[in-house]
C-alpha cells in the first residue's frame, strides 16, 4: 500500500491523516493527529496574522512533515485555507515556516476549499440532493449539490474564532452579547437567497463545531453507537445545547460531556453560527460527516482516474473496501450471498420484506466472514465489532447495526439488540432473525466453500422444502444446513427441512 499524509491548516485546527491505498481498490485510515493551533486569533480585528499563532501553527506544520517522513509517508499534501488567505501579512507567516520546514503548503481559494468539503462529505455520506456546510474558525463554507455535484457555492465570513473574537466579551455570555451574536450570525446568511431546503434533500455539516454539538447530544442521550459519523443532529437538540452553553462560564462548559475543553470558548459562537444556518434554510436537521477538506483531498488522489471524484455507489464500495482490508474471500463470499439472495428471493411470501433488505442481507453476507482476520474462534462477534467501528460510508446508524448483527447471526446464536432501541425500528429485531435466518443457512451450504452447491429450488406449504441441486457431493453441506435451521423456525415459525434434489 501506498501512504498519503493530508495536512489542513485551518483557522482554528491543524490536523493530520494519513492514509494507507491502493489506487482504485482499497485504502484506511492509519493515523490522525491535531493540534489548536487557533492561527485566525486576532486576524478579525487587524486584519493581520500574529506572532504568536504564526509559531504555533508553524510548531505544528513542522512536527506533521516530520512525522510524515518518519511512518514512511510517500506523499504529503497540505494546504492552508482562510486565515492565511485573507491575512495581509502573509509574508510573515511564510518567512516563519521557510525558516523551520520545507514543507510545500498550498493555500487553497475559498472555492477550492468548498469543492473538497463537499468531496468529503458527498462521498462519506451518499449526498446526492441538497447542501453541505463547514463551519471553520475564520469561515463558513456552503455548497448546494445536485444530482450529486456540487452546483454553486458561497464562502462566508462566519467562523468560530472570528465571532467569538467580535462578538463575545463576557463569561457567561451576557444578553447583550448573546444578542449581538445571533445578529451577526443572521445577517452573514441572509444574501443566500438559494440555500434553501426543499423535499427530499439533506443539509450536511462538516468541522470540529457540529461534530462536538453531535457528541454533547449523544452523550445527553446516551446514544447506543459510539460515532458522530451519520448522526443526525436536530434544531431541537441544538436548542437546548446552545441554552446550556449561553448559561456556563468557561469552567463550567468544559465539564459538558463531549465538549473538549480546548473548544469551550467558540463552541457558543458555532451553535449560534449553526443555528442560523438552520434558520436560513429552513432544515430543522443536519447529519454530521465525520469526513471534510482532508478526506475530500484523498478522495481526489484516490479517484484521479475519474473526471468526477465521486464513488459510483459508495455504499457498496465501502463494503468491499472492507472485506479486501480484512481478507475476505471472494468466491466463498459471492457463492453465501448468491444462495442468501436466493432464499430471500423465493420465500418473498412470507417475509414481504423489500429491495432495502435484500440489500442489508447482501451487504451483511459480503462481510460475515471478516472477523476471521482477527481469529477463526468466534469470528462471527469478531466480524460485528469490525462492522460496528469501521466507518462505513453511505450508511445511517440503524443500517451499520442491522449489518452487524447479521454478520454476528450467520454463525450461532442471536444479538442482543436491545441496547439499540434507540436507532432501530420496532420490528427490526424480527427483521434481523428472519434475515440471520437465510444467512445462515447460505453459510452451511457453503460449508467446504468449494461452491459445490449450484441453485436452489424452494416449496412453501405446511413446512418450507429446500431443494438443493450440485455438481458434486454436497451431503456434508445439506447435513450441517439441516442442523442449523432451527433460527429459520423460530424467525418464520415454520419448520425448514433441506433436500437433495
Not at 440503524?398 to 432501541?421: C, P, T
Request: overall charge negative.
Amino acid at each position: 500500500m501506498r501512504k498519503i499524509g493530508i495536512i489542513d491548516l485551518g483557522s482554528n485546527t491543524t490536523r493530520l491523516i494519513i492514509m494507507a491505498h491502493q489506487p482504485g481498490l482499497c485504502f484506511r485510515l492509519t493515523d490522525e493527529v491535531s493540534e489548536v493551533a487557533r492561527l485566525a486569533e486576532g486576524v478579525s480585528s487587524t486584519g493581520r496574522l500574529q506572532a504568536e499563532p504564526i509559531r504555533r501553527a508553524v510548531e505544528a506544520l513542522t512536527m506533521f512533515a516530520t512525522f510524515c517522513r518518519s511512518t514512511g509517508v510517500d506523499t504529503v499534501r497540505a494546504v492552508g485555507t482562510s486565515a492565511i488567505r485573507e491575512a495581509s501579512n502573509q509574508d510573515d507567516f511564510w518567512q516563519a515556516l521557510r525558516r523551520s520546514s520545507d514543507l510545500d503548503l498550498q493555500i487553497i481559494s475559498a472555492e477550492e476549499e468548498a469543492t473538497y468539503g463537499f468531496l468529503g462529505a458527498a462521498n462519506a455520506l451518499n449526498l446526492h440532493e441538497g447542501f453541505t456546510f463547514d463551519t471553520g474558525g475564520g469561515s463558513t463554507q456552503i455548497c448546494a449539490v445536485r444530482y450529486g455535484r456540487m452546483a454553486r457555492f458561497a464562502s462566508v465570513q462566519a467562523g468560530v474564532v472570528r465571532f467569538t473574537e467580535e462578538f463575545v466579551q463576557s463569561d457567561p455570555i451576557s444578553k447583550r452579547d448573546l444578542r449581538n451574536l445571533r445578529e451577526g450570525a443572521r445577517k452573514a446568511f441572509a444574501d443566500l437567497e438559494w440555500f434553501r431546503a426543499a423535499e427530499g434533500q439533506t443539509l450536511a455539516g462538516m468541522g470540529g463545531t457540529v461534530r462536538t454539538l453531535a457528541r454533547i447530544d449523544q452523550k445527553q442521550r446516551n446514544y447506543s453507537v459510539d460515532h458522530v459519523h451519520g448522526y443526525i443532529l436536530t434544531r431541537t437538540a441544538l436548542a437546548g445545547i446552545l441554552e446550556q452553553l449561553t448559561q456556563k462560564n468557561r469552567r463550567e462548559r468544559e465539564q459538558i460531556p463531549g465538549l473538549k475543553s480546548e473548544r469551550a470558548d467558540v463552541t457558543t459562537a458555532g451553535a449560534v453560527i449553526i443555528d442560523a444556518l438552520l434558520e436560513q434554510s429552513g432544515f430543522d436537521q443536519i447529519q454530521v460527516s465525520g469526513q471534510g477538506v482532508r478526506e475530500g483531498i484523498f478522495y481526489a488522489h484516490f479517484l484521479a482516474e475519474q473526471e468526477h471524484p465521486r464513488f459510483d455507489d459508495v455504499r457498496n464500495f465501502s463494503v468491499l473496501n472492507l472485506a479486501r482490508l480484512s481478507f475476505y474471500e471472494p468466491d466463498h463470499v459471492a457463492k453465501v450471498t448468491e444462495l442468501s439472495l436466493s432464499l430471500f428471493d423465493q420465500l418473498l411470501p412470507l417475509h414481504l420484506y423489500g429491495a432495502w433488505e435484500r440489500e442489508m442481507l447482501t451487504y451483511g453476507a459480503t462481510l460475515h466472514d471478516i472477523g476471521v482476520t482477527v481469529g477463526y474462534y468466534d469470528h462471527h462477534k469478531h466480524s460485528a465489532y469490525l462492522i460496528h467501528n469501521a466507518t462505513l460510508l453511505g450508511f445511517n446508524h440503524r443500517e451499520v447495526v442491522i449489518i452487524a448483527a447479521l454478520a454476528r447471526n450467520h454463525r450461532k446464536g442471536q444479538a442482543d439488540l436491545s441496547s439499540f432501541a434507540d436507532v432501530l425500528a420496532p420490528d427490526d429485531a424480527e427483521r434481523v432473525a428472519r434475515l440471520s435466518a437465510l444467512l445462515r443457512i447460505a453459510e452451511y451450504l457453503e460449508r467446504s466453500k468449494s461452491q459445490v452447491i449450484d441453485t436452489l429450488r424452494v416449496e412453501i406449504g405446511d413446512e418450507v422444502q429446500v431443494f438443493v441441486a450440485a455438481h458434486g457431493d454436497a451431503s456434508v453441506e445439506i447435513w450441517d444446513a439441516n442442523r442449523r435451521s432451527g433460527l429459520f423456525r423460530k424467525a418464520f415459525g415454520m419448520s425448514l427441512t433441506i433436500n437433495a434434489a
